[in-house]
């Protein structure tokens, strides 16, 4: 019995965490980047990008790239996109460097300045071409910097889009919120970063925690598969006598979450439970059903719950999912790795490759490798029903040819925009219309039968005011119907 | 020990009862010295249904309060509520003789006096008598008229009145324990002593004091009372609709109100709930956030309409400047300063007693505003009096109470 259980645990100690890195562009990004490693993140995994000198060299990350040393010359863009591009590109050799044989990259940037907007698409492009995958943390700016500075933010996340394979977008103006009105500006900002890392921080932990049922890059990319959408996040902790329910209160609490009440108009909600050992069976079943409180009925839940011994009594929630904008994201649908920035990174895939073969658990396996090994029923008939449509995907990108393990990556991306929401969407109106039509028919007034009562005064004098029994609850009176 | 004075307050609330002991020191400034309290028994709608019980439980409070503040409490002043209670305004006149034309003590004694000649019904007492104005020969807002010169001397009084057997139930309660009654005191009166200052008094302003069993409201224009009374609709109805509306026991309703409680809707998430453990005799259960503040907002909404209906029969609302000052223990569910604001139409604060030496920390609880109230009350009463034992008879005027 002692041997079953240690043959158990082996895979999971073996483990080695995913090389990832966290970039931060612009003097935004070093902010968020000095929040993430004051949150525990380790220092050689954090690369401060910027173009002013003074702002880099006071920050902690241990590897620093000074953008644009001819056309800026140590100093910084002046809130001008194009000299932060420009920047960005004569620089791109120490930036491929920096970010070479990582296999997933965090991007931090405030957009609508100089460097952030500038220099963060390029940033992206640069990891993607390496081969590595991209998630861009983007803050846009408060409406009171101008609308100058929105449209330049949202010019930015716009190519941020194209590029990255997830973003995730923070509106400055929600963070207002969490804020007290009183509250210093500087907390207001505070309170930015601190989600922002937070957010790294817990993307981090679902895709390298041991879970009990894992989520792999495959499920984050069903949850974030929206362009130009709207990212919603939440992450709660607690570690109370409740804390199934506080830390999902708090998670719903985050500023984009908008108290959960986007999270209804979701198609798909990724949730990571974890927690200590201690953690029960029965708490998640309350959280998830409390959760399920939240969503429709027909939106996918993708469910993931990890043990972590460093945890101790914390019962932590990360909720993920996206809102599609309007217009459909058919036509833009996956980013193709642009032209001019082609660098065959040979050194990153066969770093990727190893992995899958030695040791099926392994990480790799359960990321990149989930869609193609252990097939998921969805994604794999997906794949098949629309040849034509990963047919342009796999085109514009050379590299893909080369070697076969880039190729899962933007096929599993491909399958999950596309193929779930139609697939969903006409079920849903099938679905959900009919019944509600017969709730309508069905709901028919109740007739009272008990006596109205007046319950623990029952025995005392009653307060007539006005001809009403004020001692009958009110709502009995008004006759509207609490329940 | 207590140094200066003692004076005690005690309050006989439907959910609680509470003993405040302060000491007036030499330099007139009030110390708290310790703060009893026991749950309530017996007591509906701010009146003794079971004389045993709400006996054993004044006692209870009472020691409490003895041993936290290290005195023997020997006198109390009472504060009462109830349904009963009512306020109204009335002028007296008195017209000096021909030969004398200077107002002296004796004829502003006359005039109160003359004002009290009111018909009030048969089982009624007066409890209050509080000077508003004088008038000399029709000169308003005389302030102090004696040494004046004139013939025709008017005071307008603001006299709270109740039923004298109910009353005298709360007094002999406490007088079996044995404990002597210096003073009884409406409870809204009391708390709008430590509630508002001066200056809001004389802007303006409505306390409204909603405790477990009634709700009492005492109305300030140009710092004189124009207006007090009691509605028997207070926290534990809040409690009730709780309990009838979600079907659960009473003692959870009363927790889940306390600890949960909001009056505001379309606040809380879409479906958010709160889970009530499981409990001996009780299966747990989850309640929508929604409903529970639904049903709280529904009767409080009730009761501020009810309340703004009936201080709108005279027109003084119309001169509150400084707000509605909303005190007591339901004063502590959330959101309900908006709800009375938006009602009212004019700024609501929620409050507690202000500007007191000693426990602070009780000061600042609602639930005792009127408690403290009592000894703000009896301290300007002492200020007034000459110390010694008179007896005091109940229904006694303090005209100086403003």
Same mark, same amino acid.
């Given at each position: 019995m002692i041997q079953l259980s240690k043959n158990y645990s082996l895979p999971e100690r073996q483990e080695e965490p995913i090389p990832i890195k966290v970039v931060g562009v612009g003097s935004a990004g070093s902010n968020a980047l000095d929040r993430v490693l004051l949150d525990g993140m380790d220092k050689n995994d954090l690369i401060a990008v910027n173009t002013d000198v003074q702002s880099l060299v006071s920050s902690v990350a241990a590897r620093k790239v000074q953008l644009g040393r001819e056309c800026t010359r140590g100093l910084g #863009? !002046? !809130?001008?996109p194009e000299l932060g591009y420009q920047a960005a590109i004569e620089s791109a050799d120490e930036l491929r460097q920096s970010i070479a044989g990582v296999r997933m990259i965090f991007i931090c940037a405030g957009l609508g300045g100089g460097t952030g907007s500038g220099a963060a698409p390029i940033v992206a492009q640069l990891a993607r071409e390496a081969g590595s995958l991209v998630i861009a943390f983007a803050t846009l700016p408060f409406s009171f910097e101008g609308k100058r500075r929105a449209a330049q933010a949202q010019d930015a996340l716009a190519r941020l889009n194209e590029v990255a394979n997830a973003v995730i977008c923070f509106e400055n103006d929600r963070m207002g919120d969490m804020v007290a009105p009183k509250a210093g500006i500087h907390q207001a900002f505070g309170v930015a970063d601190m989600t922002i890392s937070q957010s790294v921080r817990s993307i981090v932990n679902l895709i390298q925690r041991p879970g009990l049922i894992r989520i792999g890059f495959d499920d984050l990319f069903a949850a974030?598969? #929206?362009?130009n959408g709207r990212c919603l996040f939440g992450f709660g902790e607690s570690d109370s006598d409740n804390r199934a329910h506080d830390a999902l209160t708090q998670a719903l609490k985050n500023p984009l979450m908008d108290k959960g009440r986007m999270l209804s108009e979701a198609a798909h909600v990724l949730v990571q439970v974890a927690g200590g050992p201690g953690m029960t069976l029965s708490e998640v079943e309350i959280l998830m059903r409390e959760l399920g409180k939240h969503v429709r009925d027909h939106t996918q839940i993708v469910f993931g719950t990890a043990v972590d011994g460093k945890m101790g009594n914390r019962l932590a929630v990360t909720i993920i999912s996206s809102l599609a904008s309007e217009d459909s994201n058919a036509p833009q649908s996956t980013p193709p790795i642009p032209e001019p920035f082609l660098a065959p990174p040979p050194a990153a895939l066969e770093q990727i490759e190893p992995p899958p073969k030695i040791d099926p658990p392994s990480v790799a396996a359960a990321t990149y490798g989930a869609a193609g090994v252990q097939p998921e029923p969805e994604v794999v008939p997906q794949a098949e029903r629309s040849p034509d449509d990963s047919i342009p995907f796999e085109q514009p990108q050379p590299v893909a040819a080369e070697a076969p393990q880039p190729l899962p990556m933007p096929s599993i991306r491909k399958p999950a925009p596309r193929l779930i929401p139609p697939k969903k969407k006409p079920v849903i109106e099938k679905e959900s219309k009919p019944p509600q039509e017969k709730y309508v028919h069905a709901k028919q007034e109740m007739m009272q039968f008990e006596p109205i009562t007046r319950g623990r005064f029952e025995k005392s004098e009653p307060t007539i005011v006005e001809g009403q029994d004020l001692d009958v609850p009110t709502f009995l009176r008004k006759n509207i119907k609490v329940k | 020990m207590a140094s200066g004075d003692l004076i005690v307050g005690l309050e006989i609330g439907t959910s609680k009862i509470c003993v405040v002991v302060g000491e007036t020191r030499p330099d007139g400034t009030l110390k708290i010295l310790g703060v009893g309290q026991a749950p309530s028994r017996g007591v509906r709608k701010g009146e003794i249904v079971d004389f045993e019980t709400a006996m054993k439980c004044v006692h209870e409070a009472v020691v409490d309060a003895e041993q936290k503040s290290d005195v023997m409490i020997r006198s109390v002043y009472v504060g009462v509520a109830g349904g009963h209670i009512q306020g109204f305004n009335n002028r007296g006149c008195v017209m000096l003789p021909e030969d004398r034309d200077e107002i002296d003590d004796q004829d502003v004694d006359d005039v109160k006096v003359n004002a009290r000649e009111v018909s009030i019904p048969a089982q009624n007492a007066f409890l209050h008598s509080i000077i508003q104005h004088y008038h000399v020969d029709g000169q308003d807002g005389v302030l102090n008229p004696v040494g004046m010169l004139g013939q025709k001397l008017e005071a307008d009084f603001h006299i709270i009145h109740g039923v004298r057997t109910r009353i005298q139930n709360t007094i002999r309660c406490v007088k079996e324990l044995p404990l002597e009654v210096e003073d009884v005191v409406f409870g809204a009166l009391a708390s709008a002593q430590v509630v508002l200052t001066q200056h809001q008094k004389n802007l303006g302003a409505l306390v409204v004091d909603i405790g477990g069993g009634t709700t009492d409201y005492i109305l300030y224009v140009d710092g004189a009372v124009k207006q007090s009374g009691v509605l028997a609709i207070g926290g534990d109805h809040i409690t009730n609709d709780i309990s009838m509306g979600l079907r659960i026991p009473m003692a959870r309703a009363e927790k889940l109100k306390i600890d949960e409680g909001g009056c505001?809707? %379309?606040?809380?998430? &879409?479906g958010e709930t709160i889970l009530l453990k499981d409990d001996s005799g009780f299966a747990g259960k989850e309640i929508e956030r929604e409903t529970l503040n639904t049903i709280i907002h529904l009767r409080l909404r009730e009761t501020f309409e009810l309340l703004k209906r009936t201080v709108e029969?005279? &027109?003084?609302?119309?001169?509150? %400047?400084?707000g509605i000052f909303i005190t007591g223990g339901c004063s502590l569910l959330s959101g309900i300063d908006h709800l009375a604001g938006e009602i009212f139409e004019m700024p609501a604060h929620v409050t507690h007693a202000q500007t007191l030496a000693g426990l602070t920390s009780a000061v600042e609880n609602p639930q005792f505003a009127t408690a403290i109230g009592l000894l703000k009350y009896a301290q300007a009463v002492q200020i007034d009096r000459p110390r010694g034992g008179i007896t005091r008879i109940f229904g006694r005027l303090f005209n100086r109470m403003r």
């Open positions: #863009t !002046g !809130g001008d974030l598969r #929206t362009q | 505001v809707l %379309g606040n809380c998430l &879409p029969e005279e &027109p003084f609302i119309n001169y509150v %400047g400084a």
